[in-house]
Nanobody, 123 residues
Framework: QVQLVESGGGLVQAGGSLRLSCQAS????????MGWFRQAPGKEREFVAS?????????YYVDSVKGRFTISRDNAKNMVYLQMNSLKPEDTAVYYC???????????????WGQGTQVTVSS
């Protein structure tokens, strides 16, 4: 069993930056795919980024955040981070840390979910 706890959300002005953190406990480690999803008000949850731990630091991003967001992980500390730069109002959402033993971009690809952290970007 894996437990995930996010932190670092908040209110920021457009163009600003935030760094989300996710502490994993339990069986999580370098063998897991770790990532982030988000859900904006009135919209479906969407994939944001993932890091495949077992083949180095291979990363994947949804097109809308490429060049602005960076996912990173510290396997020794069981931590995953999402550095978000040049934030836009459309990035406003609840961000969820996720984990799985397999890679994918769909919700059902991930077995473990955090409780979510709110990110609000004002214009």
């Amino acid at each position: 069993q894996v437990q995930l706890v996010e932190s670092g959300g908040g209110l920021v002005q457009a163009g600003g930056s935030l760094r989300l953190s996710c502490q994993a406990s339990g069986r999580a480690g370098s063998s897991y795919v770790m990532g982030w999803f988000r859900q904006a008000p009135g919209k479906e949850r969407e994939f944001v980024a993932s890091s495949i731990g077992w083949i180095g630091s291979v990363e994947y991003y949804v097109d809308s955040v490429k060049g602005r967001f960076t996912i990173s992980r510290d396997n020794a500390k069981n931590m995953v981070y999402l550095q978000m730069n040049s934030l836009k109002p459309e990035d406003t959402a609840v961000y969820y840390c996720v984990g799985s033993t397999r890679w994918g971009t769909r919700e059902y690809d991930y077995d473990y979910w955090g409780q979510g952290t709110q990110v609000t970007v004002s214009s």
